[in-house]
């Protein structure tokens, strides 16, 4: 390695005190133009010419100095963090930049081992391959840090002498980047929010819980490309309402959109409903022949509902159409070219039919490229008294009623299981719509499978025999059920429970003290 020393200047005072000619270039100094000698040095420009003399006492003195108090006191001020190691991998020096990074004192540093200090140092990297290494924002597990760092080799006449690091601590600024990137997704996730609140106000679809707000988010995003999607749920959640969210907000929205229901096709006949058939194909054809729905689809998209119940044979033409894009009609011997946008719905677990060999596993991976899994009802408590609101408002005009939900009717809707989800809710309250002639929805007028439920079976038309005794006696049963229940799903959260039960904060304090109910202090 070349050193070229650089000193300041000296005033014409300073090289007469200390022996040198006012023609010494003494700040351009440079060790390989000096001319040892015993007691002087000859000092020499670049072309060898002598511009003065220096005594050789000091300027190994100035040189000494430069190296050792001024250099290092240069790079104690440094805020990036330094380190040396040699060939064996010891440290011979650190600033104080390193030891107020890491958190170790000089005197644990200098002269240790660099393995002993961090086993996997990337310094050592470099002693081996002679390879500089820049990274940033590179995270230290041992020290729970990110440092941005540059370390590179040093080297005297082509051999490599010793490894250098310099690096700052960048954990404030990645930090400060991981707050922002925070706030931004905070901010695009309520945006999608509000926009999934917008377009469920615009299609009649109620929800408000977080859970159904993601499923309708997730549908816009899909929309705006041509991925196939599966929508997985249980029956009654509305997965057909998610489908026609994302085909209604796709490029093929003025084209038409073809609903099948795959289970409601007998076997026997389902190639010729999706794939169509010529006329004179089979016996009974129409003469004219038929348009299956893939062709009634093309240039728009198709919903395959309940998927799962598709016969295997099936599911193989399915998959053959879906990667080569053409059908093959019933009696056609030439191939149709078709263009559909493919949107799947089961509400069974097709992982467990692929398993039992029920269900094909490549026409899943073609199906399933984006999934979006709809919430049942029990998911979106939340939503459960806006539903019922709804619907009973919309059967209120149908049957020109004006029923309104009593307490006990609603504290039971939250409490209920709902196997069959928002299609369920839907005919409760149209059950309700017809059969209540009173004011207000009570208990009485459940649907019958609701009633035993609660214990309670129908003798007559309004008599009621209950296992917990009176009509009284069972509503009380009843509701303790239902206030556990309540505050079971809120987690102990007594503000949430009073909320969705609609009970005011002392009433549901002296329900908790008549039933002897006991929950946590939130």
Same mark, same amino acid.
């Given at each position: 390695m070349k050193i070229r020393e650089i000193m300041k200047p000296w005033t014409g005072k300073d090289q007469a005190e200390n022996g040198i000619s006012e023609n010494s270039n003494v700040h351009n100094l440079k060790i390989d133009d000096i001319i040892w000698g015993s007691s002087l040095i000859e000092?020499?420009?670049?072309?060898?010419?002598?511009?003065?003399?220096?005594?050789?006492?000091?300027?190994?003195? /100035?040189?000494?100095? =430069?190296?050792?108090?001024?250099?290092?006191? +240069?790079?104690?001020?440094?805020? #990036? @963090?330094? *380190?040396?190691?040699d060939m064996a991998g010891k440290v011979f020096y650190v600033n104080n930049a390193y030891?107020?990074? /890491?958190?170790?004192? =000089?005197?644990?540093?200098?002269?240790?081992? +660099?393995?002993?200090?961090?086993? #996997? @140092?990337? *310094?050592?990297?470099v002693i081996e391959t002679k390879i500089p290494i820049i990274k940033k924002?590179?995270?230290?597990?041992?020290?729970?840090?990110?440092?941005?760092?540059?370390?590179?080799? +040093?080297?005297?006449?082509?051999?490599?002498?010793?490894?250098?690091?310099?690096?700052?601590?960048?954990?404030?600024?990645v930090k400060l980047g991981q707050e922002v990137e925070n706030a931004n997704e905070i901010a695009m996730s309520y945006r999608r929010q509000m926009e999934a609140q917008n377009e469920?106000?615009?299609?009649?679809?109620?929800?408000?819980?977080?859970?159904?707000?993601?499923?309708?988010?997730?549908?816009?995003?899909?929309?705006k490309t041509?991925?196939?999607?599966?929508?997985?749920?249980?029956?009654?959640?509305?997965?057909?309402?998610?489908?026609?969210?994302?085909?209604?907000?796709?490029?093929?929205k003025d084209r038409p959109m073809i609903m099948v229901?795959?289970?409601?096709?007998?076997?026997?006949?389902?190639?010729?409903?999706?794939?169509?058939?010529?006329?004179?194909?089979?016996?009974?054809?129409?003469?004219?022949?038929?348009?299956?729905?893939?062709?009634?689809?093309?240039?728009?998209?198709?919903?395959?509902?309940?998927?799962?119940?598709?016969?295997?044979?099936m599911q193989s033409k399915l998959l053959r159409v879906l990667e080569n894009r053409e059908i093959e009609k019933i009696g056609r011997q030439k191939n149709i070219p078709v263009d559909i946008r493919l949107i799947a719905a089961s509400n069974q677990p097709l992982e467990i039919l692929i398993k039992e060999k029920k269900f094909r596993q490549d026409l899943y991976f073609r199906l399933n490229i984006?999934?979006?899994?709809?919430?049942?009802?029990?998911?979106?408590?939340?939503?459960?008294?806006?539903?019922?609101?709804?619907?009973?408002?919309?059967?209120?005009?149908?049957?020109g009623k004006s029923i309104v939900l009593s307490q006990e009717v609603l504290s039971f809707l939250y409490a209920y299981s709902w196997p069959g989800n928002v299609r369920e809710l839907q005919n409760c309250m149209e059950y309700?719509?017809?059969?209540?002639?009173?004011?207000?929805?009570?208990?009485?007028?459940?649907?019958?499978?609701?009633?035993?439920?609660?214990?309670?079976?129908?003798?007559?038309?309004?008599?009621?025999?209950?296992?917990?005794?009176?009509?009284?006696?069972?509503?009380?049963?009843?509701?303790?059920?239902?206030?556990?229940?309540?505050?079971s799903a809120c987690g102990d959260n007594k503000s949430k429970a009073i909320q969705l039960l609609g009970l005011s904060r002392r009433t549901f304090y002296r329900k908790l003290k008549e039933y002897k109910i006991h929950c946590g202090e939130k």
């Amino acid at each position: 390695m070349k050193i070229r020393e650089i000193m300041k200047p000296w005033t014409g005072k300073d090289q007469a005190e200390n022996g040198i000619s006012e023609n010494s270039n003494v700040h351009n100094l440079k060790i390989d133009d000096i001319i040892w000698g015993s007691s002087l040095i000859e000092v020499t420009n670049d072309e060898g010419i002598k511009t003065g003399e220096v005594a050789k006492d000091l300027l190994l003195y /100035l040189l000494k100095a =430069t190296d050792m108090w001024m250099l290092s006191n +240069i790079m104690d001020n440094f805020q #990036e @963090a330094v *380190i040396a190691i040699d060939m064996a991998g010891k440290v011979f020096y650190v600033n104080n930049a390193y030891s107020r990074v /890491l958190g170790v004192s =000089t005197h644990n540093v200098i002269g240790k081992q +660099i393995q002993q200090i961090e086993p #996997e @140092a990337e *310094i050592l990297n470099v002693i081996e391959t002679k390879i500089p290494i820049i990274k940033k924002n590179q995270y230290i597990k041992t020290l729970d840090k990110y440092v941005s760092v540059h370390i590179f080799p +040093i080297e005297q006449d082509g051999e490599l002498k010793a490894v250098a690091s310099i690096f700052r601590d960048s954990t404030a600024v990645v930090k400060l980047g991981q707050e922002v990137e925070n706030a931004n997704e905070i901010a695009m996730s309520y945006r999608r929010q509000m926009e999934a609140q917008n377009e469920l106000s615009r299609f009649k679809i109620i929800g408000n819980s977080p859970s159904f707000l993601k499923t309708v988010s997730q549908a816009l995003t899909v929309a705006k490309t041509e991925a196939s999607v599966l929508i997985k749920g249980e029956n009654g959640v509305g997965k057909e309402e998610i489908a026609k969210v994302i085909y209604s907000h796709s490029d093929r929205k003025d084209r038409p959109m073809i609903m099948v229901n795959c289970a409601a096709i007998p076997e026997s006949l389902i190639e010729s409903e999706l794939f169509g058939y010529e006329g004179g194909a089979f016996t009974g054809a129409k003469s004219g022949g038929k348009m299956g729905k893939f062709e009634l689809a093309n240039g728009g998209t198709l919903f395959l509902d309940e998927i799962g119940d598709m016969p295997l044979s099936m599911q193989s033409k399915l998959l053959r159409v879906l990667e080569n894009r053409e059908i093959e009609k019933i009696g056609r011997q030439k191939n149709i070219p078709v263009d559909i946008r493919l949107i799947a719905a089961s509400n069974q677990p097709l992982e467990i039919l692929i398993k039992e060999k029920k269900f094909r596993q490549d026409l899943y991976f073609r199906l399933n490229i984006v999934e979006i899994e709809v919430p049942s009802l029990r998911e979106r408590i939340e939503d459960i008294g806006l539903l019922a609101n709804y619907f009973l408002q919309k059967y209120n005009e149908k049957y020109g009623k004006s029923i309104v939900l009593s307490q006990e009717v609603l504290s039971f809707l939250y409490a209920y299981s709902w196997p069959g989800n928002v299609r369920e809710l839907q005919n409760c309250m149209e059950y309700a719509g017809i059969m209540c002639f009173e004011d207000s929805f009570k208990l009485t007028h459940l649907p019958p499978h609701m009633k035993e439920s609660l214990g309670l079976s129908v003798e007559k038309e309004s008599e009621f025999k209950s296992e917990n005794g009176t009509l009284k006696e069972a509503v009380e049963a009843f509701e303790k059920k239902v206030i556990l229940s309540t505050i079971s799903a809120c987690g102990d959260n007594k503000s949430k429970a009073i909320q969705l039960l609609g009970l005011s904060r002392r009433t549901f304090y002296r329900k908790l003290k008549e039933y002897k109910i006991h929950c946590g202090e939130k």
